[in-house]
Each structure stands twice: as C-alpha cells, then as structure tokens.
C-alpha cells in the first residue's frame, strides 16, 4: 500500500507491467496467504517420455483455432490454473485420451 486517501480508499504501490487503477476501495484488499508459493513447491517432477520432459494432463478444458489449427486449453497435473496453457495437437501426442475425452463431451 502506498498511501491512504481515505477510511475507505487506498492508493497502492504496484509494478509498472500491471495495468490496472491504482485507487481502490479497501473492501478489495485481501491479504496475501502464500497458497501461490506453497502450491510450486508442491508441482510435480515431470515424466522422462522418449528422452524428453513431459507433465501430465489433468484434464483439456477447452477448444480453440488459431490460423486453422486446433488449439487446446491444457490444465496440468498438479498444478494450479494460473499453469494453464493453449497447445496445439503436435505437443500433445501422448494424450490422445485427454483429447477424445474432451471431444466426446463437448
């Protein structure tokens, strides 16, 4: 917090890549728990698969295309949402049953 302007409004002190209005009103204000830091301490090794690194997939939560490819939005084993990430078929050759799972139900 940089400042208080009033009883029900603060000023905070953020860095520059994060774009939002600094003034808030202080019912917005949490306190930070740590549960970021304590869940990567928890993150899974991955899995050597043909002498390379993969992670498990929890679960494909959605589907996109990007310039006429199937694109797939990857929840990672272990791993919170902040960890997700849109992939393409190429990198997910060893879930094929994640994709038909997520195909059949969609």
Avoid: C
């Avoid at 002190?13 to 949490?30: A, F, G």
């Avoid at 050759?93 to 195909?103: M, S, V």
């Amino acid at each position: 917090m940089k400042k208080i302007i009033s009883m029900n409004v603060v000023e905070l002190e953020l860095p520059s890549t994060i774009k939002i209005h600094l003034v808030v009103n202080i019912s917005r204000i949490r306190r930070y728990i740590g549960q970021v830091e304590e869940q990567r301490k928890k993150q899974p090794a991955p899995v050597i698969i043909k002498g390379e690194e993969e992670w498990e997939i929890e679960k494909i939560l959605n589907k996109r295309k990007v310039r006429g490819k199937d694109k797939y939005l990857v929840r990672w084993k272990g791993f919170m949402a902040e960890s997700d990430t849109w992939e393409g078929r190429e990198n997910l050759e060893n879930a094929k049953e994640a994709i038909e799972e997520f195909e059949r139900e969609y």
